[in-house]
């Protein structure tokens, strides 16, 4: 069992693809006089996540059908999903995204599975048989319905289903308020429930938000954890063998909740004493955590989970009753550490901190990239590393090569079945090494160019349709495609183009010849509050407007800006790309599978080394990749002596964006003062050398085209380590102790 949110995208193709079907559909379609190209760009994407970490469940559900565990996938079923951006005058706006508007063919409603979620009420003590029990009486109830979506795997019989839950108000609620002829109440009961699968990551800086995040997070937690109970019983008369079959992974802390849930079912409803209850929680929970910050730790407010949860605040408490007593004879009364450890954090507001308490139920505890493992144990969870330092390992993120190279890159994916003389790696990734053997091979390279010139033309004609931007195909594509923040520094790179772009106007029209032509892309969404990003993005527009409208520079420059990205834009993008920017501040980025993807399509990355940038290092090598910036150990050096003296370059950067020569000057002032303010959290200014000595080397490289060939055919090379199907394999023999179950074959 996996907890997941997913970014799933477009079904279709990959589905027909894993089947093995794909020829016969798309032949079956031109009978009909429709093109399987045609027919596939009308399905929306399935948003039903954020960023990197939903892409991630997505790949890994992907790889578990293939590799042909017995999985499930359990998510929420929101109607909207992450907004859709929209861009007005540069600005960013945010509108619904009402994916599932024409139904969502994929799904079978599955309308007998169903199973009450209770919030708000008291919790009341009884007597049952002579034994004190509690129970909790709810002030609302929500049914949870089950809408399943296969996932099938790659080369087997083998399809695993993804379950996401509806909230639907309770017939019995529903029935009393009409029989009553209270319709009022009972549409607002009706509307209250539905709004618990409604949005995706609502809003929560008011009291309103947070409370509807936390029931989202118990709603999905409750309604998966009755499936999963239910199914076991089924087969079993008592939980003696529960925790042989069952392996729950908490991926990050938003189903945390799922551990206080297990111990008030088994507690309260099986009966199970507190001790064997525990037994059981502990062998069956493990957790994979994503933050890489202290600040980055999900924490619920006491009075918060008191309010909607009563009983499953009590079995928190009770849970670090028992973990802090059990302390105090381990590492005897150091206050400061017991205060540290504890689930409940005290202070202004008393609080639960999530990762806290899955650390302490859970059997393993990862990181998802080797940087991120070291520095859980050395810096975020240091005292319980020291406490059960067998409990922590490492899962280095990965991607499948089915999504990335297969659906998305046709072209790229048959050259490389060429050369290798099988499609064999498509499910064994490992073979991709196979082609260091001929990365320096003239007609190899000529037909990398070609397949590379193809996905340009397809990337080229997108960004005229969408942007009116015509793109010259000689140029370098940059480009750098991620959520909108501070720490991913977007900003570093369009102070970058601006320097590009500086450099260009001040060069007699002799030397312009010797420029490499550059498209730099930039595409990502910034979260609704988050001011300072929308910021970039307005900047990224304004510098877009001058530079693309300049006659002096023509096709050495561009800038394009790619509104609403979403996995099927990353589908042409990707492919398209030559190089892609990978340049958090270093100790930001737990893991970042976006590098990942580029890296399978032979995009050379220009990057810090952070998160599993350092892995990919050690696959392709420092010479086939570009990288700069300040190394992790150096970071806090640097933030606690504070801002050398900024670069000539870098403030006359800033200083043009200050004066208005891209317009906006008072709205950008305080986007400037993040980098010249005095504090520079970030370290652009510092590191602004580094990445144009970085940007002048990838120059050098791209003007060979068959050195650039070569980095990029290693590059592909050496991405099978990064391949989602060895993560998943790591999972299921180091962490859930699971085998494959083949789907046994006809006669």
Same mark, same amino acid.
């Given at each position: 069992? =996996? ?21 016969? #559909? ?5 009978? !009909? ?40 996938? #359990? ?41 009450? $979620? ?19 009486? /709810? ?21 695993? %289903? ?35 699968? @409604? ?52 991926? &990050?802390?938003?189903? @945390? ?8 079912? =088994? ?29 980055? !730790? ?42 540290? *450890? ?26 998802? @990239? ?39 890159? /046709? ?20 073979? =991709? ?16 160019? +070609? ?27 940059? $480009? ?49 509050? #988050? ?46 790309? &030559? ?16 590098? *990942?993807?580029?890296? +399978?399509?032979?995009?050379? =990355? ?84 580094? #990445? ?16 650039? %060939? ?38």
């Amino acid at each position: 069992m =996996l907890f997941v949110i997913e970014l799933s995208g477009r079904s279709l193709s990959n589905s027909v693809i894993n089947l093995g079907i794909r020829d016969q #559909y798309a032949d079956a379609l031109s009978q !009909l006089g429709f093109e399987f190209e045609v027919l596939a760009e009308q399905e929306g994407d399935a948003a039903l996540g954020n960023g990197g970490l939903a892409r991630l469940s997505a790949c890994q559900m992907d790889s578990m059908a293939t590799l042909d565990y017995p999985a499930w996938g #359990y998510g929420l079923r929101y109607e909207y999903g992450l907004f859709r951006q929209v861009i007005l005058d540069g600005f960013q706006h945010e509108q619904p995204d009402f994916w599932l508007n024409f139904g969502n063919p994929w799904e079978t409603e599955r309308v007998h599975v169903t199973y009450p $979620v209770k919030f708000y009420g008291v919790v009341e003590e009884e007597n049952l048989n002579g034994e004190k029990c509690n129970v909790w009486i /709810p002030g609302e109830v929500v049914e949870a319905v089950a809408y399943d979506n296969p996932i099938p795997g790659y080369g087997t019989r083998n399809t695993i %289903t993804l379950r996401l839950w509806a909230g639907k108000p309770s017939d019995q609620h529903d029935m009393e308020a009409y029989n009553t002829g209270d319709y009022i109440n009972a549409v607002v009961c009706r509307q209250k429930a539905e709004n618990i699968s @409604s949005v995706l990551y609502p809003d929560d800086r008011s009291f309103q938000g947070k409370e509807l995040r936390l029931k989202q997070q118990y709603f999905f937690v409750s309604a998966s954890i009755q499936d999963i109970i239910r199914r076991f019983k089924e087969a079993h008369s008592n939980f003696d063998e529960f925790p042989e079959k069952v392996a729950l992974q908490l991926n &990050d802390t938003h189903p @945390s909740l799922a551990i206080a849930e297990v111990m008030r079912v =088994l507690v309260d409803k099986e009966h199970l004493g507190w001790n064997k209850a525990w037994d059981i929680a502990c062998k069956i929970f493990s957790f994979t955590i994503h933050a890489v910050i202290a600040e980055g !730790l999900e924490k619920i407010p006491v009075d918060l989970l008191g309010s909607l949860l009563p009983r499953h605040l009590q079995i928190i408490y009770e849970i670090n009753f028992k973990f802090v007593e059990e302390l105090k004879k381990r590492i005897g009364l150091d206050y400061n550490r017991l205060s540290r *450890m504890s689930i409940i954090e005290e202070g202004a507001v008393k609080s639960i901190r999530m990762a806290n308490l899955a650390i302490v139920c859970s059997h393993t505890v990862n990181g998802v @990239s080797k940087v991120h493992s070291e520095l859980l144990k050395a810096k975020l969870f240091k005292d319980f590393y020291e406490l059960w330092p067998q409990k922590f390992q490492c899962k280095t993120n990965g991607v499948t090569q089915r999504r990335w190279i297969v659906v998305s890159n /046709p072209s790229l994916c048959a050259l490389i079945s060429k050369w290798l003389g099988t499609e064999a790696w498509i499910r064994d990734v490992d073979l =991709l090494t196979g082609l260091r053997a001929y990365a320096a091979d003239p007609d190899l390279q000529q037909e990398w160019m +070609m397949v590379k010139k193809v996905n340009k033309m397809r990337l080229a004609e997108y960004i005229e349709a969408m942007s009116g931007v015509k793109v010259s195909l000689d140029a370098m594509f940059d $480009v750098q495609t991620k959520r909108i923040h501070e720490y991913k520094r977007q900003l570093l790179n369009i102070l970058g183009i601006i320097h590009r772009y500086d450099c260009i106007k001040n060069m007699e029209k002799s030397q312009r010849s010797k420029v490499v032509p550059r498209v730099c892309i930039i595409g990502g969404k910034a979260a609704p509050g #988050y001011e300072i990003a929308k910021k970039i993005i307005k900047l990224c527009h304004a510098v877009a407007e001058k530079i693309n409208n300049d006659t002096d520079v023509g096709d050495l420059l561009k800038l394009v800006f790619i509104p609403d990205y979403n996995v099927s834009v990353a589908e042409l993008v990707i492919p398209g790309a &030559d190089l892609s920017q990978h340049i958090s501040t270093a100790g930001h980025e737990a893991s970042g599978t976006g590098s *990942m993807k580029f890296l +399978m399509n032979g995009c050379l =990355l220009l990057a810090t080394e952070d998160g599993s940038t350092v892995e990919i290092v050690e696959e392709i090598g420092a010479d086939n990749l570009f990288l700069f910036g300040a190394k992790i150990h150096e970071v806090p050096k640097l933030r606690e002596e504070g801002s050398p003296k900024m670069p000539l370059q870098c403030a006359r950067v800033i200083r043009m964006v200050r004066d208005g020569y891209f317009g906006f000057k008072d709205y950008f002032e305080s986007l400037c003062d993040t980098v010249d303010g005095g504090k520079d959290f970030y370290l652009l200014g510092s590191d602004f050398e580094s #990445y144009l000595e970085a940007q002048a080397a990838a120059d050098k490289a791209f003007a060979d085209p068959n050195k650039w %060939t070569q980095m990029s055919i290693l590059s592909t090379a050496g991405s099978g380590r990064f391949s989602s199907d060895r993560t998943i394999r790591d999972y299921a023999e180091k962490t859930w102790g699971i085998e494959p179950c083949r789907f046994p074959s006809d006669g």
